[in-house]
Each structure stands twice: as structure tokens, then as C-alpha cells.
């Protein structure tokens, strides 16, 4: 049964999000939430892993509050899936376990 | 003696170097406090975690425990599903030589089946 | 379900505290059970009945402690994480001969056990760190 990883540092700065694509899974999901927002962006360190992982069926979000807060409304990963809490709450559920990296 | 049949599998994963901050020794401090629940317990090193099985540490000088003399005494509390992401050992430039005990060391693709195992990730 | 937390970070200094805060509203808002909030680490100093921001900022003791009123929930800070960074109750001021304490309730010291408990305990335990 699929993991969800959470992530909430940038990729600019450390090393979190790289680290959780070392080990992801192809049927696990990925949220991007406070700084991890910074991960979406089509410049970030990881974009380009990020684009490999979506093409393996990983789906991948962000916590909506976090990129408006962030001012991150363009130049984002198009594959990447604005959320709110509510449907966070229900991608933990759908996942047997939940690995924060921070 | 454990009743395996409803323990729940929960891994504990050490992703940061010891010394600088606190969260290495907290992970230890949980894992023993976990070693009373007779639950299936694993502990994995990643990252900058494995920098805690290194050889030599003489932390007393800077007046802190030694994380590293923790570690020969986990098998004394049942925890044996001891691991490490042998990614990051080579490339810190560590090998099982310098190492304070024998861990298991995985691929990436073993971590996430690992993973994918547990009932509970606890991260630290 | 059935969901534990456990928060790391100290309230402030990161958003991680801010975040488990509205993650653990939605749950109870979507009708989950709450087991245990379990404080650790630096996430201690969430208990602090000292925390005094500015008027026009959020107050995330309160904040919690109302949450916590509201719904029953179990705020349970380490009790070895908390003497280390001078987060105290009425008992550990009395025991360790300090002139004051600040732990506020709801928010009450025990041991690791707990954070273990509410593992086995719990459908979901979710980690926020800093």
C-alpha cells in the first residue's frame, strides 16, 4: 500500500525534497507544503525529477494557502495539483502511512 | 516477550548528523521509550543520520552524551531491524568499516518497500 | 479515522506548529477522531503559557488551548524534551525549586510512552517538523 510524503523545505536551500525523490514509489503521492512550495516551481533543483516522477504515476500537490501565501501563482510544475486541507486530511487517509521530510 | 500478531510495525527514521542538534538524540530517546509497547520496531538511517554510526565520536569535550555509545546497546532492547541508505554512507565517504556497529545497509528501492511496510513512519 | 500528530517545532520559529494546528481543525471539522497531539523536541515550547504576541498576531497557545477545550483533545508534552528547555508545571517548578511555571493548560508533561501509544493507537500518526 502507497506512502504519502509530505515536504516542506525548499529545494533552493536543503536537501528534503531531494531526499524523498531518492526513495519514492511509483503508487506513492507527494505533498508540497509551506517552503516545499518552492519545489513547484519550473526553476527549482528538483523540477526536472519532479517531471520524471509524474510520468510514473506519482501524483503530485500543493497546499494552495501555502503558494498564495508565497505569491507562487505562475511558472509552476503543470502537473502538480493545488489543494486544500481538507483534501490533504483525505490524501492521509487514502495512504496507509504518511513520511514527512523536513 | 511480544504478541507479534498485533504489533504494529513502526519505523523510526534519523535523517540528521548528531551534535548540532537535538533531533538525532531524541530519535534514540523515542526508540528506547518505544522498546517497552512490544511493538515491531525498525530504525533507519538516512542522509546526514548515518553520520550517528560513525566511529570515534569524543563528543565529551563539548559536554554531550555520546549518540554512538547508544547504539551497541539497542539489541540489549530487542532492536534489531537496524538499517541505513547505503547512498548515503558512500557518499559521505563512510564505509561499514567506520562504523560503530554492523547495520544492514538498503538500496533506495529497499527503503521504499520498507516503507511502504510500515503501519507508522515516525520521522525525526 | 483515528489520527495522532506529533509537532517538533516550536511555535513562531517555523510554520510547521501553524500547520499542524489547521490540519488537526480540519480533521475534527471532517469528522475524524483526534487521539493524541503529542509535543516534542522544540514543539514544547507550544505549551508555554507565557507566549505573548502582538495583539494583531496569531496566538498559537491560545489557539490550541481553545481547540483543545472545544473537542477534549489530549495535548501531551514530553516531559523530558520540556525540562530541558524550561517549559514547566506547578509539579517539576515545585520538584526542581523554580520560582515559576509555565506549562498552560490543556497542555499536560508525560513521558515518550505516549508518542509510542499513540502510534499503536492511531489509524494515522503525522510528523511536523521544523
Known sequence: MPTLHIVNKSPFSQQALLQCLEVIGCNHSLILIEDGCYGGLKTSPAHMQLQKIVKKGIKIYALKDDLRARGLNSNLLEEMTPINMNEMVELCCQHRNVQSWY | ????????????????????????????????????????????????????LKKEQQPEAGRQKNISATLPVLSMYDIKDIYLQASALAERGLTADDLVIPVKALNNNDIRELMEQQDQLLSF | MKFSLAIYAAPYSSQASATALKFTQT????????????????????????????????????????????????????????????????????????????LGAPFELSGLGQLVDACVNSDRVITFGA
Open chain 2, 1 to 52: 516477550m511480544s504478541n507479534r500478531k498485533t504489533a504494529k510495525k513502526l519505523l523510526f527514521i534519523s535523517r540528521k548528523a548528531p551534535y548540532g542538534c537535538a533531533t538525532a538524540k531524541e530519535c534514540l530517546d523515542a526508540l528506547l521509550a518505544a522498546s517497552a509497547y512490544e511493538q515491531d520496531l525498525g530504525l533507519l538511517f538516512m542522509g546526514d543520520g548515518v553520520f550517528q
Open chain 3, 27 to 102: 480533521l475534527l471539522a471532517d469528522g475524524h477522531e483526534v487521539y493524541r497531539v503529542f509535543f516534542y523536541g522544540d514543539g514544547v515550547h507550544n505549551g508555554s503559557k507565557l507566549t505573548s504576541p502582538p495583539q494583531d498576531e496569531v496566538n498559537l497557545y491560545l489557539d490550541w488551548q481553545v481547540l483543545a477545550e472545544q473537542h477534549s483533545l489530549d495535548l501531551v508534552v514530553c516531559i523530558a524534551a520540556a525540562l530541558r528547555r524550561g517549559i514547566l508545571d506547578q509539579s517539576e517548578a515545585k520538584r526542581y525549586e523554580k520560582e515559576f511555571d509555565n
